[in-house]
């Protein structure tokens, strides 16, 4: 997962610490284990996880609408 | 990198409590947590304002400062989020926020103050964006589809500003400017002005943190 | 400059503005001009609002900021240096005094000197004390000497664990508090041969013994000023940040958090110079605790006055007669 | 895994995560709401229904959901969107539901739609929660031995049937009394009347009694149609804008929207209230008076403006008849007489009237404050009167803006169960019925056989505000062969009906009580107070869970798609309407026109069979199709104008307002703002309606010369246009051949072929219904000219004796009505010493209406967890009571409330101030024993209606809850 410099930005601050947290955390094995394979994916096909803020059209239609 | 932020218009800002319900929808929030709320000051008399306060994602966040477990982090665009899993629940960033943020789910029960809650810009936890256990623990996560908070986007006046910090300044002045005048800023100004004005250096730190 | 970044975060982009806008005309409106408003928001005051809780009508509580300069800077910074000042300072002391030996040999005789009962009590105090002084500390200290070494997953376990047990444990110590004093107070009552072990600051320096009765000043003032004052001040305090279900308001317990905080390092240095005369500091301390009993020596030779007492009491008992009333009025 | 949002647990549900969709998505198809949440609960975190899943599926298929979705077409358990419209008050705010199999997960804001750019108000923002309605009733149930039992549909039709006709055959049709919602969609409302009328009788009514009546009544009697002339929208216009009677901020938040841009663009805003408001706190200038007295504050108004010469001299003198008249009553209303009664200062008065006589187009907006009121039909046409001296009707900016209570408020009223209208106010003569018919395709004499006789046919039904009455009041007084023996109350509140302790003696004397409504819990829990059997509960769908137009302030007609299917057992309300009509036996004529399939009758068909008999207001032209396209397309609208700008609704106002006239291949673009001369009809244009004659006394009530709407053949007044006029002007040809086998002896409302508004409108630019002067003075009213006459019950006896109220009426929709005797009697007893308070009430802008629903919201619920009065400090003081204090509020009716003390300045210390919303507590006892079983609101209070008193509005009978009297005492 760390390999994935997506998953990184927002999660080094988790990981920084060491002790791995992926696996440990899998309280929800269903769901951890589904999302191992994702790091797999490359970036260009994940259209929009693990991304913070951006101007997408919604965005703008919500700025276009605080200005009436 | 744009810097998230939040700006309640206070002339607009009707306590209509559309921003409550819809942290609410969005993140699921029990009864008896409020990540948001709206404050109605000279309630009833000439001058009577309101205005909606959450987790304002300070740049010098208190409770990142305080916190005895440092589980507290920014995002890139500002955001402040914290890691459930590592709050202890001491109460602390409750001591220290002024905005009154934190949240206790069973607060007041002896020695088990939960874990801490509170507003996340809409933006989720450290969790995987979208996961279950994110969902859980700290509600939606907006930010990650492109969309920003939703009581910002519901705001019923549209008072309640929330997104890129330059933007939002930008909306507001706009406003500002077509209310004349300086009416209303002048109170701003002299707000700020007693607090001692903010040098424009921080202004732009802040910009850009 | 910095201590206003959070508030100007509410409202930065307005501020911006507010500089750029003409305020002439708006002063010839009162109405208009918000002073009111800021006033308000600033003042702390509860204010009207549909959302229930503690405090949930007050939109800026400034004073978290005086909490968080206190906590984060003197009683972190200055706490950390006196800790780290005291210890030093016993360990010098330590190096150049040593503990203090018996002078003379062993009788092997030994004498109760605290019951059973007594050191339950004892034991239970700093047992309890231990562990809310090192939780204590990693709270304040934790993330800047542990967190490093140990990382997020196991320092957060370990905080949890500490937190949890600084809470429960909290209320026990306040317990074995209160039955100490009721238990250790007779005995700490003020003699007049204090004054002298004061004047010759219990001879710990000239090495000569100063007589004594059960407890000498030093115990004594640890009893009072520590036990008593501080431990129950920490404990009232603690008290406070435990149970917050009585509707306390943050600025009750940034206080309190503080006040416990700076009596809770007052109170961990003067524990360390107890713990250090207790133990390595001197000869024989320990036993006394540990099994209830000291060799008549070392009674003679720290607690003369206590020792002779006591001789004459089980002289008295030998001889059929019953003890004197007590050794307050004996005294008086 | 339970996608449904339980209020036990936190966070279970809401917006899945996305590992969840896959799961979801692998569901097979088949499977069914019920089944997949039943069975997904059962593995809470994943386990269960993956693990089982897993086996079928190869690991590799279960990507990353975005990548999926992205690729793929959606599948089942992709999340779709559907656009539906907030259910809780009249802006029409759109909501874009997100749903995944069945379970409306996610609720996002519309930027898109004009109306709202997405913005909510807390109850907007929470409709969601409508679509788990853990607290709703879940299945019909009946009363027996004081408990509700739950039964089965097929048991209750059948016994609901058997005891109404039973009923009707022992008493007839009058016997029962059908209370239809504002709440229905237009086609549920207008499906309700045609259903009660083939019952048989006019006592059909819903919540625009209390809510409107008046409005309506005054407001089409001074110039033509009943309804907001201008728009939400439109009020960004205004250059100054007066709020009387009306909390926008709490009642109608969204609608703050345009009023504080419009603010900002240097509108001025005023609040005249007895109450200091959200909406007051946002205006430039505030005005306090008595409750009660708003008929001398407005003509204190006007006396500035005609002493100052303010007023439009030209306008009058076109567009306005008597206006002289008001002039001579506004004169006698000085300054100090004015404050003695009002207790407004001169001052004050004089700067609103000079704020809107030179801030033009300046405009108003009232709400119930006006209305609820024994003279609200005179305050209402007060206001009228000071718009037209401003000439502010009819023009972009200007006119009454009127805000309606509930979604679709309008529509119910336009087209819905009225007691003395068909659809679209064509009232219930002969020809009406005759019209009627027609579209319905039934014989006009089958209708007259299902009524007792033809006077009752004609004779305007009870009210909903005075049922009771139609119960308790003895037989020889009323109007009707029988008392009321059954009543159905169809998604209407009690506890928003006054005189609560009486109904509650009228709910024990009934025989039958049936209750149709997704929450029937207060009218449920009050009548198991008082009764052991006979009451029937229906669970109805929440206009969530069915498709339906629904009809905003404006007039803007919206489509909500289905979001959800019905939840539990609940049935959508005309589905239920044609189940009863089956058990009737006219469910054939009640859908001659309309498909019907799983017994549910096609909502397209019956919009298409209102398109085809509205002519009166224009609801014509507005097909579903035209609607639907408006829903796809809101970008395309201007958010000042509701204009589309080019795209495929190029010229069409947002949502068609009504009048769209025509049929919708006329493409009319609808009315934004009626009246409005300055547009060319077929912009939108018009005029004031010639409704009233051509002449009266001599003189002409005809619009003056060079008064017509822009374009129009004849720029001069006009009568309204038939068959006859049309030959006259030569104009008959401009008919095809069909128009005109169809239209000849018709006009223009009753042509059905729609040519005679074709041809007077796109050939000729007139307008339908002729253009007249507006009426200042309405001859047929109580008071022609509107005067101040002081509430039945009032804290000021010296004022009573000036300004009495009216005599006694005999038979006032089939009920003696009383004024008069009630105010004296209240005068002998001192009841203004015993009860010095005047007691007022309004909205919070948490709950609505009878709050029964939002009160089972927990996200609303939370925020307001007490009843409360408001009182004044010093009153308060006075009184020993401390903010938060429990106290009794009593009333003249010996009713008294359990509330909490809020003591604050929000009102004088003459007044105190409730909330409506509440119910559930009764005298000082929680009901909840009396709820169906987890049927019950999260928050329960005392309803203030279980203390208002007796009074009723001298046209509509409105009820009379904003001024009244009590006393406040610590509990």
Known sequence: MASNPIDLKRRKFLFSAGAGGAGAVAAVAGGRVLLQPEAAVPAAKIPIADRGYQATEHVRNYYRTARV | MARMKFLCDSERCISCNGCVTACKNENEVPWGINRRRVVTLSDGVPGEKSISVACMHCSDAPCMAVCPVDCFYHTDEGVVLHDKDMCIGCGYCFYACPFGAPQYPQMGTFGVRGKMDKCTFCAGGPEPDHSEEEFKKYGGNRLADGKLPLCAEMCSTKALLAGDGDIVAEIFRGRALNRGKGADLWGWGTAYGKEGVKPKSDKAKEGTS | MKRILFLAALFASANAIAAEAPPASAQDQPPHNNVKLW???????????????????????????????????????????????????????????????????????????????????????????????????????????????????????????????????????????????????????????????????????????????????????????????????????????????????????????????????????????????????????????????????????????WFEEQQRKTAARESGTAPASGEPAAQS | MLTKKSSASPVRGGRLARVRDRVDALLPATIDRRTFLKRSGLGIGAGATFSALASQVPFAMIGKAEAADATEAPKPGAVETRRTVCTHCSVGCAVDAEVRNGVWVGQEPVFDSPLNMGAHCAKGASVREHGHGEMRLKSPMKLVDGKYQKISWEQALNEVSAKLLEIRKKSGPDAVYWIGSSKHSNEQTYLMRKFVSFWGTNNCDHQARICHSTTVAGVANTWGYGAMTNSYNDMQNAKAILFMGSNAAEAHPVAMLHILHAKENGAKVMVMDPRFTRTAAKADQYVRFRSGTDIPVIWGMLYHIFKNGWEDKNYISDRVYGMDKVREEVMKWTPDRVKEVSGAEEADLYRVAETMAKNKPSTIVWCMGQTQHTIGNAMVRAFCCLQLALGNIGTSGGGANIFRGHDNVQGATDIGPNPDSLPGYYGIAAGSWKHWATVWGVDYDWIKGRFSSEAMMTKPGITVSRWIDGVLEKNENIDQDVNLKAVVYWGHAPNSQSRGLEMIEAMKALETLVVIDPYPSATAAMAAMVRKDGVYLLPASTQFETVGSVTASNRSIQWREKVIEPLFESKPDHVIMYLLAQKFGFDKELTKNIKVTNNEPNIEDILREINRGTWTIGYTGQSPERIKLHMKHMSTFDVKTLRAKGGPCDGDYFGLPWPCWGTPELKHPGTPNLYDTSKHVMEGGGNFRANFGVERDGVSLLAGDGSASKGADLQFGYPEFDHVLLKKLGWWDDLTEDEKKKADGKNWKTDLSGGIQRVVMKVHGCYPFGNAKARALVWNFPDPVAVHREPLYSTRPEMVEKYPTHDDKKAFWRLPTLFKSVQQKNIADKVYVTFPLILTSGRLVEYEGGGEETRSNPWLAELRQDMFVEINPKAANDRGIRNDDWVWVKTPTKAQLKVRAMVTERVGPDTCFMPFHFSGHWQGKDMIEYYPEGAHPLVRGEAANTATTYGYDSVTMMQETKTTVCQVVKA
Not at chain 3, 72 to 99: D, E, H, M, Q, S
Not at chain 3, 178 to 197: E, G, P, T
Not at chain 3, 205 to 234: D, Q
Not at chain 3, 240 to 247: E, G, S
């Open chain 3, 39 to 305: 006033q308000d928001v600033r003042s702390g005051q509860p204010q009207f609002t549909t959302v229930r809780g503690v405090e949930t009508g007050v939109l800026i509580q400034s004073r978290g900021e005086t909490w968080r300069e206190l906590r984060n800077g003197p009683v972190t910074l200055y706490g950390g240096i006196l800790l780290c000042v005291v210890l030093a300072a016993i360990a010098i002391f330590y190096k150049l005094r040593g503990a203090v030996k018996l002078k003379a040999p062993l009788t092997g005789r030994k004498m109760a000197r605290f019951s059973y009962f007594e050191r339950s009590v004892h034991w239970s105090m700093a047992g309890s004390f231990v562990i809310l002084a090192l939780s204590g500390l990693n709270m304040l200290f934790g993330k800047h000497l542990l967190l490093p070494l140990v990382g997020h997953e196991v320092f957060s376990w370990l905080a949890v664990l500490c937190k949890n047990l600084h809470n429960f444990v909290g209320p026990l110590f306040l317990f074995s508090i209160v039955v100490a004093f009721f238990l250790f107070v007779k005995d700490n009552i003020w003699r007049a041969s204090d004054l002298h072990w004061i004047r010759t600051a219990g001879g710990l320096l000239s090495g000569s013994h100063v007589p004594a009765w059960r407890f000498n000043f030093g115990e004594k003032f640890w009893f009072w000023i520590g036990l008593v004052f501080v431990g129950l001040t920490i404990s009232i305090s603690g008290f406070v940040l435990d149970f917050a279900n009585f509707a306390q308001g943050r600025s009750i317990m940034q206080t309190a958090n503080i006040i416990h905080a700076v009596f809770a390092l007052m109170f961990i240095c003067m524990s360390l110079g107890h713990i250090y005369i207790g133990t390595i500091g001197m000869e024989g301390a320990l036993d006394a605790m540990r099994t209830g009993y000291v060799d008549e020596t070392w009674a003679r030779e720290h607690h003369e006055l």
